[in-house]
């Protein structure tokens, strides 16, 4: 029979996580506990230069004098920052490794995921670089790739091949002193990318890196480097999915985008770690800082699918350095059950005639609180800034939270910021509307949200779309009501 | 095809539907009529299957299947459709792709594949020129600034998409100037055949005139209390609703 409130509420009940397994695969896991004795370790472990290791350790000194952040609109128990082991590798990582060497175990993790290496060598014109915990354990195209003058490799190595880039460029964006999070993330980053596209070049294919986590109790710590040199472009896709767990998992990552004068990146995300269950027991703390650099004439473009995590913290941001610059932030917030997202953006207008764009779309079911917490800034020798900004919420039921909290801070006259803002409500009547068409009621809510959420998925490379629009799908079965 | 046997319907718990007998035949077009809270778009509702309204005694018949426990998405597979008085808006999803989305779910019901993009494509042409609908107008967001009239408009296309067995017009001709009411009423017309059926729900009979009706029954208090041809609407057109209000009032 069709749909009341009530039934549509029970009917809908949360899908189970859809890859919520884990893989049992012989991990080479520290011991809990953050000291310089770990950070020294985890520099050894990767075999890095004394430079590096020099530069973890003044991360961790000023880390260890830093407090959380507190201001952000998320509740949540606090993580012991001495329980969680710092670095873990699957055991039969070895980048030398061909495909046919790789643990059966790995390969069928990814078969469940739907991106085996196997079909990603296949996959035209996308080169995988596939981490696993914390150790990349395969990367293809590479060969294409360096035809082109274009490094992409795991930051690891990067910092043993190409000292020089990582060095002038590492933590110029988002420095060491930077937040509690970005903090800690210097001092024990495990693995991550590591992206120059050389002067003139437009990268052929888009890239792309999964992450995962998959050791119970790891903390998984991203770094992120990114530097497109004068006018070449690149687009970078990021997809995240990590298995269930029952005790929450941090997750604080940090990309650093480097756009040098007329260059353009394209940076887009898909994040699927696990949301705990419908109870709001587990799930992955996301605490993460993006943040790009624009040169002059250069652009840099984020955009976000977010559907995973517990709890979300997440700004990525651009610096709008050089005349006319442009920044671009396109999300997707998606909350259920109990699930909590404090995500947005801050644009930072500092050359002439920069311009930036905002269209944040927050989606909230359940029992979730959703807040966009936005900055525009404008300096005061920023003539002819322009910012256009747009927060849609949308809600389902009766029981969830949005939030929009814009701040503007304008200190030249010329600027011109407009701001619009909008709250619906998923109804009986549109539901209803739907299955008179012959639209069942599940297929009806992926339909409006869908078309909610439009203009944002329209910016995603058609490789990512599809998979953004399932990942919807999924995560906002069991909401309605 | 439609059987309707002592209809009880009601609504937090107030009975809005009394006991309403109606059958309507393959090649038939039914008006209903009657004032305002006389419980027709009630009546349309509950033929649709929104189970707002709860169904407290009788039966509604679809070619012999009884309809108690078919969902509406259902009802709307085996050939049900309900052309809304307001229709609703869904930002971001174009009348193309709800149109495709509908078509689709109604095959995948069948146990068919979607329909190839080439057929959609042709059908859509067939149906808009048919309605006169400018092209343009499909790639729109469903409803959302549409005006009165191209939203009614808009709800005939879908039934010119779906083609239904039965199609309730519930106050289609409220919100239309003269020329897009013409088009409307041609558009069904048009539409019309010996196997579908037509069920107009509509306070006046300015619709009667383009569409013009079989039987006429007019609603009053959840029951329906007179039963005619096309001159009883031409006698409450001239004698207004008052005299069958005396006339059952007991």
Same mark, same amino acid.
């Given at each position: 029979m069709a749909y009341t409130e009530e039934e549509l509420k029970k009917e809908l009940e949360t899908k189970e996580y859809e890859y919520g397994f884990y893989t049992d695969i012989e991990s080479d896991t520290f011991p809990i506990g953050l000291n310089e004795e770990i950070v020294i370790a985890i520099s050894k472990k990767k075999e890095e230069p004394e430079w590096m290791t020099l530069w973890r350790l003044e991360a961790f000194k000023i880390w260890k004098e830093m407090e959380e952040p507190k201001w952000a609109n998320v509740h949540y128990e606090k993580p012991d920052f001495q329980k969680i082991s710092y670095y873990s590798a699957p055991k039969s990582a070895d980048p030398n490794k061909t495909l046919d060497d790789v643990d059966p175990d790995l390969l069928e993790m990814y078969r469940k995921l739907g991106i085996s290496v196997d079909e990603q060598k296949k996959l035209q014109n996308v080169a995988v670089d596939i981490v696993v915990d914390s150790v990349s354990v395969a990367t293809t195209f590479k060969k294409t790739l360096a035809e082109k003058g274009i490094i992409f490799m795991p930051i690891s190595?990067?910092?043993?091949?190409? =000292?020089?880039? *990582?060095?002038?460029? $590492?933590? &110029?964006? *988002? =420095?060491?002193?930077?937040?509690?999070?970005?903090?800690?993330?210097?001092? *024990?980053?495990?693995?991550?990318?590591?992206?120059?596209? =050389?002067?003139? *070049?437009?990268? =052929? $294919?888009?890239?792309? &890196?999964?992450?995962?986590?998959?050791?119970?109790? &790891?903390?998984q710590f991203e770094r992120t480097l990114l530097i497109a040199d004068e006018d070449s472009y690149v687009s970078y896709l990021e997809g995240c999915t990590a298995p269930s767990r029952d005790e929450n998992q941090l997750h604080a990552a940090v990309v650093e985008l480097i756009a040098l004068d007329g260059a353009e990146i394209k940076y887009s995300t898909v994040q699927n770690w696990f949301p705990g269950n419908k109870e709001g027991k587990g799930g992955v703390y996301n605490f993460v800082t993006k943040r790009g650099l624009c040169e002059k004439n250069a652009k840099i473009s984020w955009t976000q699918v977010e559907t995973g995590s517990a709890v979300t913290w997440k700004y990525p941001s651009c610096i709008l350095k050089g005349d006319n610059s442009i920044g671009e932030f396109y999300s997707i917030a998606v909350t259920n059950n109990y699930q909590q997202a404090d995500t947005g953006t801050k644009m930072i207008h500092l050359g002439k005639n920069t311009r930036s764009t905002i269209i944040s779309k927050g989606i909230s079911a359940g029992k979730s609180q959703n807040s966009y917490r936005g900055l525009v800034q404008v300096s005061s020798r920023a003539d002819g800034a322009r910012n256009f900004s747009q927060c849609d919420s949308l809600l389902m039921g009766n029981e969830c939270g949005a939030h929009t909290f814009p701040y503007i801070e304008a200190k030249n006259k010329t600027a011109m910021i407009e701001h619009e803002a909008t709250t619906s409500k998923i109804g009986e009547d549109q539901i209803f509307y739907c299955n008179q068409r012959g639209i069942p009621t599940e297929k009806a809510i992926a339909l409006i949200v869908n078309g909610f959420s439009k203009e944002v998925l329209n910016k995603l490379p058609m490789e990512f779309a599809v998979e953004a629009q399932k990942l919807l799908e999924i995560s906002l079965e069991g909401s309605v009501g | 095809m439609l059987k309707i046997k002592d209809l009880h319907a009601s609504v937090d718990d107030k009975e809005i539907l009394r006991g309403i007998n109606l059958e309507v035949k393959a090649g038939e077009v039914h008006a209903i009529m009657g004032p305002n809270g006389s419980g027709k778009s009630t009546l349309a509702s509950v033929i649709a299957g929104n189970e707002r309204f709860e169904v407290t005694q009788g039966s509604i018949e679809l070619s012999g299947e009884d309809l108690e426990e078919v969902s509406p998405e259902e009802r709307a597979h085996k050939g049900v459709f309900l052309s809304f008085q307001y229709p609703v808006e869904i930002p971001g999803v174009s009348v193309t792709n709800f149109m495709k989305t509908a078509i689709n779910e109604s095959r995948k019901a069948k146990g068919l594949e979607d329909m190839p993009a080439k057929d959609m494509l042709k059908l859509i042409r067939e149906k808009s020129e048919l309605l006169e609908i400018d092209r343009k107008f499909l790639s729109r967001s469903l409803n959302e600034g549409f005006s009165g009239g191209e939203k009614k408009r808009n709800e005939i296309f879908q039934m010119a998409m779906l083609e239904p067995k039965i199609a309730i017009l519930d106050e289609t001709d409220s919100g239309l100037d003269i020329d897009a009411l013409r088009i409307v009423a041609s558009g069904v017309n048009k539409l019309k055949s010996k196997d579908n059926a037509v069920i107009l729900i509509t306070h006046y009979q300015r619709l009667l005139e383009y569409i013009v009706p079989d039987f006429v029954h007019v609603l009053h208090n959840g029951k329906i209390v007179k039963s005619g041809g096309k001159e009883l609407a031409l006698e409450l057109e001239e004698k207004g609703y008052d005299w069958l209000k005396q006339e059952t009032a007991v």
């Open positions: 190595e990067a910092i043993k091949e190409h =000292p020089e880039l *990582v060095k002038k460029y $590492m933590g &110029t964006v *988002v =420095p060491k002193t930077d937040n509690f999070y970005a903090a800690l993330n210097s001092a *024990v980053f495990t693995d991550g990318s590591f992206c120059y596209i =050389p002067k003139g *070049v437009r990268c =052929p $294919m888009e890239l792309s &890196t999964y992450f995962r986590i998959n050791q119970a109790g &790891t903390g | -």
